[in-house]
């Protein structure tokens, strides 16, 4: 028996270096390959190295003649093959040489699957700062496939997915052509199509990403990224639900009622100024027991780190949601497991339970100064 697949690599940088093991990759005998080699960028220009494996054969190469968006880029390497699987890789990863006959081999014995999320793994962290993105949680995603059997969707750094499966189903250009969510969207909506179907987790397919911005200090990434997922709940209502305010919400609402205050009392206002400076110090305590719980003892600036990732992201939910002018969606939050579940506060943690004891406690004394 055997199959075909499609491996769509979108691109931006094109570096040799990433691209070339990749494209080099020798396809098991029980599997027809083709590459995909899409470019988002026009003023690239391919090295002569990589021109020189393009034979519109098995490697196919497409350069965007103008900057289209991770979206776009996606799909116009989903139609340019016909493959029965569609592996999606990113441009800077690196692959190890049974990558393509891991992936074959699951797709041989494991027909009935809708797809499989391969493992992406990261190299021992260089700098507090990446030590912080590991600890914050937000590189669950691509580990998924260690930590659970089956899930509702996984990173576009390393994943296959059946085309018959996905039929329809592209990626949606209504998220920013930067990136963030439409990864989610597509594979949340491909998951739907199939009865709810989960992706089959295979470790086996591992690859290694590295760490973004030569492992220094960058925020607009998850910014980036919460700009983005701020668009789920609302193009995917049905996964939607409500949640206690996050802390840019509620520092925004604090805002609001010190300009009201302010009005009404100015002497009070050096008071809801530092009501305001105690939502971030509440933050701050959140932030360290959740990481504790998860890592245990790490150093003060680690953990300032932790919370500025996690400011970063949630202000960039809500500044997404109020550039749209969608204030009635502050609070809305999105089901990243694929639950359907409508149920207002849908859960609590650790991080949460300490913030909503702490923040009744901070409005009695605020209060107590009237």
Known sequence: MKTSIDIVIPSFRLEEKYILPILQLQPPADADVKFYLVVDNP??????????????VRVFLH?????????I?????LEAGAGQWVLFLDDDILVPANLLQTYATAAITQPEEIGFIGLITFPPAQSTFTQAIDASGSMDIFRISLDREAFAWGATANIMVKRSAMGPVRFSTAYPKSGGGEDVDFFINVRQRNDYKDFRSLPLAAVEHPWWNNNRVNYQRPYRYGIGNSWLPKL???????D??????????????????????????????????????????????QVWKRKGRVNVQTLYYVMMLRLAHDGGML?????????????????????????????SNTYRTIKWILYPLLAWMVWRHF
């Open 43 to 56: 003023a690239v220009h391919p090295s002569p190295a990589i021109r020189a494996l393009v034979d519109n």
């Open 63 to 71: 350069i965007n003649q103008r900057n289209q968006g991770a979206a």
């Open 73 to 77: 880029t996606r799909n116009a390497g």
């Open 236 to 242: 995917n209502p049905r996964y939607a639900y409500h």
């Open 319 to 347: 500044a997404g949601k109020l550039k749209r002018g969608e204030w009635w969606r502050i609070g809305q939050r999105f089901h990243y497991d694929g639950v359907i579940n409508k149920l207002y506060f849908y859960r």
């Open 244 to 289: 206690m305010l996050d802390t840019p919400e509620t520092l925004l609402v604090a805002a609001l009622v010190t300009v009201v205050v302010s009005i009404v009392h100015p002497s009070a206002l050096g008071v809801m100024l530092v009501a305001m400076a105690g939502i971030i110090v509440i933050e701050f305590i959140a932030t360290s027991v």
